[in-house]
């Protein structure tokens, strides 16, 4: 739930420009930011309308991020982790309990969206991989995640842990 006490305007701005920071250096997100993302200052002034409308209540964002993300060619599960990585060390170097807590949990949250949103997209195009019940290892690099068979059916369904 929004709360307007749980971090300040400017708490959410350091954390949107300190994790875009690092995802923009970041070897696998850089270049896929760097050829999507044409205007930076744009781009940051809105993920800090939705982090404020997400963590605050500000209600600044309107917008509807999964379908820009779903036209994404090429994307993969390990993607998803090295974002909620380099996304839990930002909010960790914060120094801020209480907004690392909850932006964690919606940025956990958001990922799993955007992902499923994703493959329902490019279903023809991949097996399916469920990663609703599972937990993000912070200290696990994203390139050594292991995907492990979670049951046959009739498509492939694995199970990712985040």
Same mark, same amino acid.
């Given at each position: 739930?929004?709360?307007?006490?749980?971090?300040? &305007?400017?708490?959410? $701005?350091?954390?949107?420009?300190?994790? +875009?920071?690092?995802?923009?250096?970041?070897?696998?997100?850089?270049?896929?930011?760097?050829?999507?993302?044409?205007? #930076? =200052?744009?781009?940051?002034?809105?993920?800090? =309308?939705? #982090?404020?409308?997400?963590?605050?209540?500000?209600? !600044? +964002? !309107?917008?509807?991020?999964?379908?820009?993300?779903?036209?994404?060619?090429?994307?993969?599960?390990?993607?998803?982790?090295? #974002?909620?990585?380099?996304? !839990?060390? $930002? $909010? %960790?170097?914060?120094?801020?309990?209480?907004? %690392?807590?909850?932006?964690? &949990?919606?940025?956990?949250?958001?990922?799993?969206?955007?992902? +499923?949103? +994703?493959?329902? @997209?490019?279903?023809?195009? @991949?097996?399916?991989?469920?990663?609703?019940?599972?937990?993000? %290892?912070?200290? !696990?690099?994203? @390139?050594?995640?292991?995907?492990?068979? %979670?049951?046959?059916?009739?498509?492939?369904?694995?199970?990712?842990?985040?």
């Amino acid at each position: 739930m929004p709360n307007p006490e749980l971090c300040t &305007e400017a708490d959410v $701005t350091l954390l949107v420009h300190s994790f +875009y920071d690092r995802v923009r250096e970041d070897a696998a997100l850089g270049p896929i930011f760097a050829a999507h993302v044409k205007n #930076w =200052d744009h781009h940051l002034a809105t993920m800090v =309308d939705f #982090w404020s409308s997400a963590l605050r209540g500000t209600a !600044r +964002y !309107r917008g509807a991020p999964l379908p820009k993300h779903a036209a994404l060619p090429g994307l993969h599960i390990e993607l998803f982790h090295q #974002w909620l990585s380099l996304f !839990r060390q $930002t $909010t %960790q170097s914060l120094g801020h309990a209480g907004l %690392q807590a909850r932006a964690d &949990e919606l940025a956990h949250s958001i990922a799993g969206s955007l992902w +499923y949103g +994703y493959l329902q @997209r490019h279903a023809a195009e @991949r097996p399916v991989v469920d990663i609703a019940d599972v937990r993000m %290892q912070a200290t !696990r690099s994203a @390139r050594s995640v292991p995907i492990v068979p %979670q049951r046959p059916t009739a498509h492939v369904a694995k199970r990712v842990e985040l």
